[in-house]
T-cell receptor
Framework: DGGITQSPKYLFRKEGQNVTLSCEQN?????MYWYRQDPGQGLRLIYY???????QKGDIAEGYSVSREKKESFPLTVTSAQKNPTAFYLC?????????????FGPGTRLTVL | AQKITQTQPGMFVQEKEAVTLDCTYD???????LFWYKQPSSGEMIFLIY??????QNATEGRYSLNFQKARKSANLVISASQLGDSAMYFC?????????????FGSGTKLNVKP
């Protein structure tokens, strides 16, 4: 079955540590995205990528970094520079172009900083 | 300016009744797509329905329909015959085809509670 996997589902981190969230898709989508969601809030775009080895900052990129070395993979690193990283992180992908191409989402990773 | 506005933070509806969730959008792109997603408490995002800016008819998918009023820039989601399982957060989203065509804009969401 095609889809998006994110791991781990729950992640605990000590303050001052970097942590990497995994996102893999087998939908053959070119575009991939990372969103952050705080409790009771909407989605905020962190980074997105339209093609391998290229990505753009979203609205809240500070304290985060990404890489896109393979079409299938778009890992997100939450660095120690991110002041309040505790949140729910969603990865998504979509086909390029086409106004009707919706985003497909992974199950999410809940990050808690201790 | 907000691209997507959802003005109802929370709503209640009686089981088996219909409910309308509001969404207004802001764009100067003549070609765009509008989407609705459902997010249950588990956190997954479930795609519900899509409406294209050039579509003449309102989109429907089972119990979901989209009341698209282009001149008013609104794309309200109508859920008919509400079920307890419809209790969730609902997000409206937009994709512009000409400007930033691979970027999606999401509203702040509406939390729907279906009462038995």
């Amino acid at each position: 079955d095609g889809g998006i996997t994110q791991s781990p589902k729950y992640l605990f981190r000590k303050e001052g540590q970097n942590v990497t969230l995994s996102c893999e898709q087998n939908l053959n989508h070119d575009a991939m995205y990372w969103y952050r969601q705080d409790p009771g809030q909407g989605l905020r775009l962190i980074y997105y990528s339209q093609i391998v080895n290229d990505f753009q900052k979203g609205d809240i990129a500070e304290g985060y970094s990404v890489s896109r070395e393979k079409k299938e993979s778009f890992p997100l690193t939450v660095t120690s520079a991110q002041k309040n990283p505790t949140a729910f992180y969603l990865c998504a992908s979509s086909m390029l172009g086409g106004q009707d191409n919706e985003q497909f989402f992974g199950p999410g990773t809940r990050l808690t900083v201790l | 300016a907000q691209k997507i506005t959802q003005t109802q933070p929370g709503m209640f509806v009686q089981e088996k009744e219909a409910v309308t969730l509001d969404c207004t959008y802001d764009t100067s792109d003549p070609s765009y797509g509008l989407f609705w997603y459902k997010q249950p408490s588990s956190g997954e995002m479930i795609f519900l329905i899509y409406q294209g800016s050039y579509d003449q008819q309102n989109a429907t998918e089972g119990r979901y329909s989209l009341n698209f009023q282009k001149a008013r820039k609104s794309a309200n989601l109508v859920i008919s015959a509400s079920q307890l399982g419809d209790s969730a957060m609902y997000f409206c989203a937009m994709r512009e085809l000409q400007y930033n065509f691979n970027k999606f804009y999401f509203g702040s969401g509406t939390k729907l509670n279906v009462k038995p």
